[in-house]
């Protein structure tokens, strides 16, 4: 393969909004108006062979510092199939302020050039939707029973409990339309598109940029109503809430001792913070280190970190085992990883949440949401946070 990339201006006159370039059939990754789009697949790699498959392009740089980039998710569970895209042409922002577009040659069978001209915004309509439970109400408060029986036993610190909706339409739900209320309400969350998956995601699993390393994990979550006094209580219980605090620092531990082989130095905040979306509060930890050489690529530390306890649990062989069987479904590219890696190792993942898998017709929608379980943890109450993550995709699904 061969691939070219030209300062944006070279070929397009005027900015382009990412989401106008995935629209309703492209890939996105964005946060914050810094990210990726592309459209068309030059080719669809098996996630072992990305790092050489991607080396081997011949890359003519005329933007400085950019390299090609495959895009993809990497599901829940081991073993899966899974395989990352190299678009034919791939919009970035970075956030030094530099654009551009890469355009990647796979062989005289490319096709014809990709547009990317504004399709025209998508308008309201009145659209038709169910809502309804994939998951037994009763077997998801069961498992959650289970799962915190098991950490009072002492078989398990931990254990994340999730459960399925449904969001079904007599109509193909206008994905470019979704991405742009996405956009709209949780536009510093990162954004993505990749084949049917979308969503807005709150959680840096890992990126890598030079040497530099950074993880945010989120564990422990309230609602926001919109009142700020009321949302500021809230986290103020969040802070000081002894079983938010212990289903957090099971994340941070496991990512520091993951990460930290790797690195020269690491280091965190010595104290969890809130971080705020539009539905939902969480407690956050930033984590930032130097890479030792020979540095990693981005997708061994992607290997190494998913699942996180955020979304399996701790001990992981243990919590894995228990959702497998407690859970009664495979969740997928839910839990998993979502983002994008470049030539040179570099790469921004997030943590696959507040998602939504589309089917084939686009007809209907997966959704899944769950939450950490430990000793103290409340069935009924553990209920109320899925709904409240649900919220997310689901407005931005529904509404007009």
């Not at 520091?256 to 979306?277: F, K, R």
Request: with cysteine; hydrophobic share 45%.
């Amino acid at each position: 393969m061969r691939a070219h990339t030209r300062p944006l201006a070279a070929v397009h006159d005027g900015d382009l909004d990412l989401n106008d370039v995935a629209r309703g059939d492209g890939y996105l990754f964005v946060r914050d108006g810094v990210g990726i789009a592309g459209r068309g697949a030059a080719a669809r790699v098996p996630l072992a062979d990305v790092a050489a498959v991607l080396a081997a392009i011949e890359h003519t740089d005329d933007v400085g510092g950019v390299h090609p980039i495959a895009i993809g998710v990497v599901p829940f569970e081991a073993g899966l199939p899974c395989e990352l895209i190299i678009p034919r042409v791939l919009v970035g922002k970075a956030a030094d302020g530099r654009q551009w577009v890469t355009t990647v040659h796979a062989g005289p069978g490319d096709g014809p050039p990709v547009d990317l001209s504004a399709p025209p915004r998508p308008s309201p309509r009145a659209q038709s939707f169910t809502v309804s439970p994939l998951t037994d109400i009763s077997s998801y408060l069961a498992a959650v029973r289970t799962a915190r029986d098991a950490v009072r036993d002492g078989r398990l610190t931990k254990a994340v409990i999730a459960r399925e909706v449904s969001v079904t339409s007599p109509e193909p739900i206008d994905v470019h339309a979704v991405l742009l209320r996405l956009k709209a309400t949780f536009g510093s969350s990162f954004r993505y598109s990749v084949d049917g998956f979308i969503g807005a995601s709150p959680e840096l699993l890992v990126a890598v940029h030079g040497s530099t390393v950074r993880s945010r994990p989120l564990a422990g979550t309230t609602p926001r109503t919109g009142d700020p006094d009321t949302d500021r209580r809230a986290a103020d219980e969040l802070l000081a809430s002894e079983k938010n605090q212990i289903e957090h620092r099971v994340v941070i531990d496991m990512i520091h001792d993951t990460l930290l082989p790797w690195c020269s130095y690491l280091d965190w905040q010595p104290e969890p913070s809130i971080v705020s979306v539009a539905n939902v509060q969480h407690l956050s930890t930033e984590l930032e280190g130097h890479l030792s050489d020979p540095r990693p690529n981005v997708l061994e530390l992607v290997a190494a970190l998913s699942p996180t306890p955020a979304l399996g649990g701790f001990p992981k062989a243990e919590a894995l085992a228990l959702i497998a069987e407690a859970e009664g479904f495979l969740r997928g590219n839910y839990g998993g990883a979502v983002g994008w890696v470049d030539a040179a190792g570099d790469g921004t993942w997030a943590v696959a949440i507040r998602c939504a898998e589309l089917s084939a017709d686009r007809r209907t929608a997966r959704l899944v949401a769950g939450g950490g379980i430990v000793a103290e943890s409340d069935p009924l109450s553990e209920l109320a946070e899925t709904q409240a993550k649900l919220q997310a995709m689901l407005s931005a699904i529904v509404r007009p």
